[in-house]
């Protein structure tokens, strides 16, 4: 992965004469990504863009860094930062990574600025498209990292990146239904594409997340909820907020994070955020099912503390079965 710096007064990027992205100091950041890119490659780079000290002090030394002087900052994709011009006169982009990961890290990137800054200080560009990008680099000054220099260990087992700002916001509008769909379709391949096929996944969404029965399972006691992290979506999550009168249980029905968003602790957040609410209403434990072969999710709620309890197989239609074992954890009094 590469990241070009350029430090700037002002930058902005249009896309078909529409202003997507501006600010005023801070970098304009060019992001390309390349054959086996990582989160970790990415989180580091992250930190490594936030507090490299590179704006003017009071002496007039480049001793401050973005966070330092409350700068903001412009992410534009770029993958033709990983030209090859060994040969020829026409340049090779064998080395840029696939379009769909270097998406989502690009998404992963921004999204740890948001942190590491705050949202209204992170603006983009639009992944993929043609884009008119327009700058005052000042000094100049124009740093490129790369992901090699940002993989220096951490000093201790501390968390690379501060955990974002996150809440739940209960899904009340039909822009919200809207949204639990979408969510659903950008996670899914993720999460399931390896396990299952994409005939069964596009199946299962329509069956799960269509409007009507988004509504239908709302207004039945089992409310769905946007999760927001630093203000934008990272997933969703619904669950009984009732205990079912004879077993004293509630059911932990979706929870899903987006793929940019993996490893940062939210899943596990979401999950204390459940078990508090459910325990608050009289629930004495937490169930989910879990495929039986989606093994980083059952790795997940052991770490929770969930236990696996019980194999289930349910024949959903159209041929298809959801094959899952029960996990439950006891919750407190």
Known sequence: MKVLLQRVSRAQVTVDQETVGTIGVGYLALLGCCVGDTQEDVDRLSLKTATLRVFEDEAGRMNRSLQDVGGSILVVSQF????????????????????????????????????????????????????????????????????????????????LLPMPKLELVPVETEAQVTRVRK????????????????????YMIEWMYNAEAVRKQTSGGTPFY??????????????????????HDCELHKIYVLPQYWSRGIGNWILNQVCEITRQQ???????????????????YRTAGFFQRQAICTDIGNGFVMDDFIFRKRLGG
């Open 80 to 159: 033709t930062l990983y030209a090859d011009t060994k040969k020829g006169n026409r340049p090779s982009f064998v080395q840029a990574g696939d379009p769909a990961v270097a998406d989502l890290l690009y998404r992963r990137f921004t999204a740890n600025m948001r942190t590491l800054l705050s949202p209204e200080r992170v603006a983009t560009g639009r992944f993929g498209a043609s884009m008119r990008v327009e700058l005052v680099n000042e000094g100049p000054c124009t740093i490129e990292l790369l992901s090699e220099v940002a993989k220096n260990p951490p000093a201790s087992n501390k968390p």
């Open 282 to 300: 009289g629930a004495e434990s937490v169930w989910l099912r879990v495929n039986k072969n989606n093994m980083r999710a059952q790795k997940a």
């Open 226 to 247: 946007l999760v927001l992290a630093d203000g934008e979506e990272a997933g969703l999550v619904s669950f009984d907020k009732i205990p079912h009168a004879e077993t």
């Open 183 to 202: 969510i659903a379709e950008e996670t899914w391949p993720h999460c399931y594409g390896d396990i299952i096929s994409s005939e069964q996944i596009d």
